[in-house]
C-alpha cells in the first residue's frame, strides 16, 4: 500500500475553480470505480491550503489516477493559476489506521 499526502495553497480567486476541478476528479474516480484508490481532499477554508491524501494499493493505481482526463485537466489548471505555495508531495508511512468515516459529499 501506498500512501501520498500533497499540500499547496492557491489565492482566493482561484479556490472556486480549484474546487471545482476536484469535485471532477471525485465524479471521475466514482465512475470509473477504482477499488485500489481512496483519494480524500481537505482544505483550510481560511488560508485556502488543500491536503489531499490518497491511498494506493499498488504502483498500478496510482498511474490509474494520474492517467485520469479530469486528474490531468486539474494539475495543469492549478499549475497555471501560480498557486501561492506549490504543491508539495510526500510519501507516508501508515503508523495506525481507525475507521472508515464515511464523510461523502453530494
Given at each position: ?35 485500489g484508490i ?43 493559476s501560480a ?24
Open positions: 500500500m501506498k500512501h501520498v499526502l500533497v499540500t499547496y495553497t492557491v489565492s482566493a480567486e482561484f479556490d472556486p475553480q480549484n474546487r471545482r476541478n476536484i469535485a471532477r476528479v471525485m465524479e471521475a474516480l466514482r465512475e470509473a470505480g477504482y477499488a481512496r483519494y480524500r481532499v481537505l482544505v483550510d477554508p481560511q488560508e485556502h491550503t488543500f491536503v489531499h491524501l490518497a491511498e494506493f494499493t499498488s504502483a498500478e493505481d496510482q498511474q490509474l489516477l494520474l492517467a485520469l482526463p479530469a486528474f490531468q485537466h486539474f494539475q495543469k489548471s492549478l499549475r497555471e498557486p501561492v505555495a506549490p504543491p508539495r508531495s510526500r510519501d507516508l508511512e501508515l503508523v495506525g489506521n481507525h475507521g472508515p468515516i464515511t464523510d461523502q459529499l453530494h
